[in-house]
C-alpha cells in the first residue's frame, strides 16, 4: 500500500509543483476552464500516474478519479481567486487532493489506521514539545521583552511579525538539531544569524538595540535548548 501511496504522491508532486510554470499558472487564473493550460494541467497529472504506475491498465479508475477530481478542485478554486486569502485557498486546494490520494490508495488497497499509535504518549509529548517551542515560547519572549521598548519596533520598515516568526523557526532548527544530536548545527545557527544581523550589532551609537537582539537571541536558543533536553530526558523515561 505504502509503495502505491508513495507514487501517487510523487505523480501530484510532479503535476501540481514540478512541471506547472507560473505562465500557466497566470493564464488558468485569468480564463480558468476557457485556458488551454488548465486541460494541460490534467494530461500532465494523466501522464505521471500512468508512467508511474507502468501503465497498468488495471488502475483505469483510480487514475481517472485522481485526475478529474484534480481538475474539479482547481477549477473551484479558480473561481474562489481573490474572494478568498490565497494561502488559506492553497492550503485548501493541498488538502482536498491529498484526501482524495489517500482515499483511493485506501480504497485499492485497504489499510488500518491505529488511533492508538497516533494518540501514543511519545506522540503527545512530542507535540507538546513543539507546541511549547513556537507558541508559548513566543508569549514568553514577549512577555520577557516587552520590560524594554525601542522605537525601530515600530518601524515600517519592517515585515509585519518578522520577528516572531524567525523566533519560531530558529527554536524549531534548534529541536531538531538537539534531536539529531547535532550540537555543532546550532553553532553554526547561531553564527548565520549573527552575519545577517551584523549591520545591526555593529552600530555603534546604538548600544541598546545590540543588547536588545543579544538578549532576545540568547533567550530564544536557551528556551529551545530547555525545552529540547526536556523532550529527550522524558521520552527515555517512556
Given at each position: ?6 507514487k501517487l504522491l ?19 487564473k485569468e480564463n ?207
Open positions: 500500500m505504502m509503495t502505491l501511496l508513495i510523487i505523480a501530484h508532486v510532479i503535476g501540481d509543483f514540478v512541471l506547472q510554470p507560473n505562465s500557466w499558472v497566470d493564464d488558468k480558468t476552464y476557457k485556458s488551454k493550460y488548465f486541460y494541460f494541467h490534467g494530461l500532465i497529472h494523466l501522464l505521471a500516474l500512468l508512467v508511474l504506475l507502468a501503465f497498468d491498465w488495471s488502475y483505469w479508475i483510480l487514475i481517472l478519479t485522481i485526475v478529474i477530481s484534480h481538475l474539479i478542485i482547481d477549477l473551484i478554486k479558480l473561481k474562489l481567486n481573490g474572494k478568498v486569502n490565497s494561502r488559506l485557498l492553497f492550503a485548501i486546494d493541498q488538502i482536498l487532493h491529498l484526501a482524495i490520494i489517500g482515499l483511493v490508495a485506501y480504497i485499492r488497497i485497504p489499510f488500518e489506521i491505529e488511533l492508538d499509535t497516533l494518540f501514543s504518549t511519545s506522540v503527545l509529548l512530542l507535540i507538546l514539545a513543539i507546541l511549547t517551542i513556537t507558541f508559548v515560547s513566543s508569549i514568553i519572549m514577549k512577555i520577557m521583552m516587552g520590560t524594554w521598548s525601542l522605537e525601530e519596533d515600530s518601524s515600517e520598515d519592517s515585515l509585519k511579525n518578522a520577528g516572531k516568526y524567525i523566533g519560531i523557526l530558529e527554536r524549531l532548527f534548534v529541536f531538531g538539531f538537539i534531536l539529531i544530536n547535532q550540537w555543532s548545527a546550532i553553532g553554526l545557527l547561531i553564527a548565520a544569524k549573527s552575519v545577517f544581523r551584523f549591520g545591526d550589532l555593529s552600530r555603534a551609537k546604538d548600544r541598546k538595540l545590540t543588547e536588545y537582539i543579544l538578549i532576545g537571541t540568547l533567550m530564544s536558543f536557551g528556551l529551545a535548548i530547555t525545552i529540547g533536553l526536556t523532550y529527550k530526558y522524558l521520552i527515555k523515561l517512556l
